[in-house]
T-cell receptor, first 111, second 118 residues
């Protein structure tokens, strides 16, 4: 649970394009995952969550995909907007109540 | 504004001093978490309360750190004999935690208290 990590530390996309942010986790016992967005000077903000018994969940402009076989999580943001620029974290929860966060990916949207 | 308040927003202290931070969670939330975040890193779990009971603590948490939630509402985090390595953002989060509620694990974070130890 303490090896949650992200493949890319930074990502730049053109406004209107789709963004994909990836996350690898190491603990196959993790049963719940959350994506957070953190803007400068603020605390993390919930985006979307997914339980381990699902492989896909959609929200407003966001989709989370979970591949338990390879312990991989991704966040897809459709039609990326300048307001989406932030650091994105994935977090996993094991059987208790401790959440483990990855290092984060910094998303920059180019107007 | 998530509804979770932290005070103070910034704290500068000298090494060896004690500091105390306060967190006021969303009123109907019974779960409360403390995290520490350093620059360029994700939040690191420190401790977790269910109502007034401190149920989990990180095994990495120094005994200089103590947290309380005496009435199951607000919480305080105290760091004794601060060290320069304690400099970080301290985040508090609350979650509904109601059994059967789908969103019971979704944590709402405050803006944090930034600690600088000189």
């Amino acid at each position: 649970g303490e090896s949650v990590g992200l493949h890319l530390p930074t990502l730049s996309v053109q406004e209107g394009d789709n963004s994909i942010i990836n996350c690898a986790y190491s603990n196959s016992a993790s049963d719940y995952f959350i994506w957070y967005k953190q803007e400068s000077g603020k605390g993390p903000q919930f985006i979307i969550d997914i339980r381990s018994n699902m492989d896909k969940r959609q929200g407003q402009r966001v989709t989370v995909l979970l591949n338990k076989t390879v312990k991989h999580l991704s966040l897809q943001i459709a039609a990326t907007q300048p307001g989406d620029s932030a650091v994105y974290f994935c977090a996993e929860k094991e059987t208790g109540n401790q959440f483990y966060f990855g290092t984060g990916t910094s998303l920059t949207v180019i107007p | 504004d998530t509804g979770v308040s932290q005070d103070p927003r910034h704290k500068i202290t000298k090494r060896g001093q004690n500091v105390t931070f306060r967190c006021d969670p969303i009123s109907e939330h019974n779960r409360l978490y403390w995290y520490r975040q350093t620059l360029g890193q994700g939040p690191e779990f420190l401790t977790y309360f269910q109502n007034e009971a401190q149920l989990e603590k990180s095994r990495l948490l120094s005994d200089r750190f103590s947290a309380e939630r005496p009435k199951g509402s607000f919480s305080t985090l105290e760091i004794q004999r601060t060290e320069q390595g304690d400099s970080a953002m301290y985040l508090c989060a609350s979650a509904p935690g109601l059994a059967g509620l789908v969103a019971k694990n979704i944590q709402y974070f405050g803006a944090g208290t930034r600690l600088s130890v000189l």
